[in-house]
């Protein structure tokens, strides 16, 4: 299956999604933003925007320029390009296009884009902008392929881990800069200082250990998630693939597969 596939988006469900591509045997390019707002940066290609290479479950993201990505896919790695606009897609001319931003809206995808497109949750209509969406909301239907008409409408509230729901995120208190006093796989108490912005404490609402953390130095927004408590206590789970990415992989690497068989 040596074809290409450009993923746009290289947050942690993203990578879940290039990452199983890739084993798959697809050519797996991805998109970033210039300064990535990524939580979950230990399972996150777009880590490699920051950090020039970045190795999630043993696949090597490489930020790498638009004229070299093909070059640097076929030599093995995911190469991991700054193009908010989707330049890539138009001079690459890839067989598939995923959209794994996950912004709840549709940003520019086009089911135009190239033969197979596929997007992640709720902004998109299957057979319409799109030719499938894969379910992202947990629980029953998620990572199923969907061929006609849309995901289920986002909620609001985060899917529940260890008994919580949106007491494990960590919203910015106000606008400014963000500073972390804690680092993502440690333990923390309910009740604690992890973080600041402009010298506002962030306090987790629970215990458990730091799944991830916004990189230092950046600027947010009032309400902006930076943090994810997971408080099942599993330091394995901050540098491995979640179940959701994984899920929502398999159904992606499901639809590409579906279309491939059809030609």
Not at 40 to 60: C, S
Request: with cysteine; charged share 25%.
């Amino acid at each position: 299956m040596n074809r290409l596939v450009v993923v746009k988006g290289a947050g942690d469900m993203a990578t879940g999604i290039a990452h199983r591509l890739h084993r798959s045997g697809f050519r797996v390019i991805t998109t970033e933003l210039a300064k990535p707002t990524v939580i979950r940066r230990t399972v996150a290609f777009a880590e490699a925007i920051y950090e020039g290479k970045v190795v999630v479950e043993q696949v090597t993201a490489v930020k790498t320029a638009l004229a070299n990505a093909r070059k640097v896919a076929e030599e093995g790695y995911v190469p991991v390009v700054v193009d908010p606009e989707g330049v890539v897609i138009k001079e690459l001319r890839p067989w598939a296009v995923v959209d794994a931003i996950l912004a709840k809206r549709n940003t520019g995808t086009k089911i135009s884009d190239a033969p197979v497109v596929v997007a992640v949750g709720p902004g998109f209509t299957a057979g319409e902008d799109v030719h499938a969406v894969i379910e992202s909301m947990r629980g029953h239907f998620l990572g199923r392929v969907i061929y006609s008409g849309q995901a289920l409408p986002n909620t609001g509230c985060p899917g529940e881990i260890g008994g919580y729901t949106k007491e494990r995120i960590l919203r910015a208190p106000c606008a400014g800069v963000f500073q972390a006093k804690r680092q993502i796989c440690e333990p923390v108490t309910a009740g604690e200082t992890v973080a600041w912005v402009n010298q506002v404490p962030v306090v987790a609402a629970v215990s458990g250990v730091l799944r991830g953390l916004l990189k230092d130095g950046l600027t947010v927004e009032r309400g902006m998630k930076i943090g994810d408590i997971d408080p099942r206590c599993e330091p394995e789970h901050c540098f491995t693939i979640s179940d959701k990415a994984r899920a929502i992989g398999g159904g992606v690497l499901e639809a590409l597969l579906y279309y491939a068989a059809r030609e």
